[in-house]
Structure formats: C-alpha cells, structure tokens
C-alpha cells in the first residue's frame, strides 16, 4: 500500500488550496479514504471521509461548508479542496486507507500573512 500526499503549501487566511492522494497497492475504487491533520503539539485529528462511491461524505465540525472531500477511481486518487482557509487549518494533512491503517507521508499547510 502506498499513499502519496500532494498540493500543500503557504496560503494566505482566506485563500484555497487543493490537496491530492494518489494511491496504490490495493482496490481503491472499493475503499473508503479518510483525511486527517495534525497540528504542532497536538494529537492526529480525522477531517473527512468518501465513501467508495463517493457517497457517504463525512466532515469535522470545523471544516463543515469550507473542505470538500472527492475522490477519482479512474485515477486511484482522493481529493481534499480547502477553501475560506483559516490559521487553525495550519497543520500536515494526512491521508488514510483504513482498512490496512495505512497513511502517507503528509503535506503540510500554512495559512499565514
């Protein structure tokens, strides 16, 4: 299982970024993705789920309205678009195959002036 986090960066409060998960190694079109972040000094917290579909959309409270989860089975690739971006979104985002447990590496976002 490999999953390969991309598309973080340093963006302004209220800009977007668009993070990616590309997958490999198992049945992705089968599974359920999951995105968590963790800040600095804090414990890994769970932001979004798809389900395998792309139904069954589940979102943390404080990113309700602002994140979008999706996903590309074509392409083995999860999606997390954030937008209205705030400093408490600063955090390594991560991405997880719950089945396996399995994460990537991480990508971090900075949302700084």
């Known amino acids: 299982v490999q999953l390969v986090e991309s598309g973080g960066g340093l963006v302004q409060p209220g800009g977007s970024l668009r993070l990616s998960c590309a997958a490999s190694g198992f049945t992705f079109s089968s599974s359920e993705m999951r995105w968590y972040r963790q800040a600095p000094g804090t414990e890994r917290k769970w932001v979004a789920s798809i389900g395998s579909t792309g139904d069954m959309r589940r979102y943390e409270d404080s990113v309700k309205g602002r994140f979008t989860i999706s996903r590309d089975n074509a392409k083995n690739t999860v999606y997390l678009q954030m937008n209205t971006l705030k400093p408490e979104d600063t955090a390594v985002y991560y991405c997880?195959?719950?089945?396996?447990?399995?994460w990537g590496q991480g990508t971090q976002v900075t949302v700084s002036s």
């Open positions: 997880y195959f719950p089945r396996l447990r399995s």
